[in-house]
């Protein structure tokens, strides 16, 4: 039995706001960050975000986000679960998810 390769993470603090900004930009990857900022830490697998990509896109989504620091993952058997790194990535960025997830 093959298993997946852990997950890469980058810390915040190793994150350009640049990088910060490109990757809450995109519809997809905004909707799974308000859905982690509502959900409890480490509760959401990936096949439990109701989003309107396939499963590559949706995994390059999750990957994009991890490399701006905004989550973290983690095998918890054979579901892949996420947290979003709210305290980090503020400390990093003060008041950016705040204005990201305020509803427009």
């Not at 979003?84 to 008041?95: N, Q, T």
């Amino acid at each position: 039995m093959s298993h997946r390769p852990a997950p890469q993470h980058v810390h915040p603090d190793d994150v350009s706001v640049l990088t910060a900004l490109t990757a809450l930009a995109d519809p997809v990857r905004l909707q799974l960050v308000r859905e982690l900022a509502a959900s409890e830490d480490w509760s959401r697998s990936c096949s439990t975000f109701d989003v309107p990509v396939g499963k590559p896109a949706l995994s390059h989504h999750f990957a994009v986000l991890r490399s701006a620091g905004l989550i973290e993952q983690r095998d918890a058997g054979p579901r892949r679960v996420n947290r979003l790194r709210r305290a980090e990535f503020d400390r990093r960025f003060p008041g950016l998810l705040d204005l990201t997830l305020r509803e427009e």
